[in-house]
């Protein structure tokens, strides 16, 4: 497998082992989840939801492009929210970042996310 590494998206949270991205022999590209974190200053955007899942959003989309990828090439996404009450509003950001375009998806509330984020997203794209 190869790493997929961008300054274009932030580094793996805290120093933690994992990388942004693996690109399998096969041309799947596996994104590591992505808290709504800037890449420029390394901190959370924002405490607003929507504006949590559109960076999100972009720190996938800048490690796709990475791999030479684009949001169509995106096959299956995994939304991780501290609050399931907030699904409306990032259900709307998450589809408006993805213009059309609708990969399966999961979404599961949990407890607690890294750095006081209410938002992180997976994703798997097709880029074979």
């Keep these: ?5 961008t300054d274009a998206a932030p580094a793996p949270v ?3 082992p994992y990388s942004q ?3 399998s022999k096969g041309g799947l590209l596996f994104i590591s989840g992505q808290v709504p974190i800037d890449p420029a200053n390394g901190q959370i955007v924002s405490e607003d939801i929507a504006e949590q899942t559109e960076q999100s959003m972009r720190n996938i989309f ?11 090439d995106i096959a299956r996404c995994t939304i991780y929210l501290t609050d399931l009450g907030d699904f409306p509003v990032v259900n709307a950001a998450y589809g408006a970042a993805l213009d059309g375009h609708r990969p399966a998806r999961a ?10 984020a209410k938002v992180e997203i997976d994703a798997i794209a097709d880029l074979g």
Excluded: N, R, S, W
């Design 107 to 116: 979404t599961v509330e949990v407890t607690a996310l890294p750095l006081g």
């Design 1 to 5: 497998m190869k790493v997929i590494q």
């Design 14 to 16: 805290q120093g933690a």
């Design 21 to 23: 991205a693996l690109m």
């Design 62 to 72: 800048a490690i796709l492009a990475a791999a030479d990828g684009k949001p169509e």
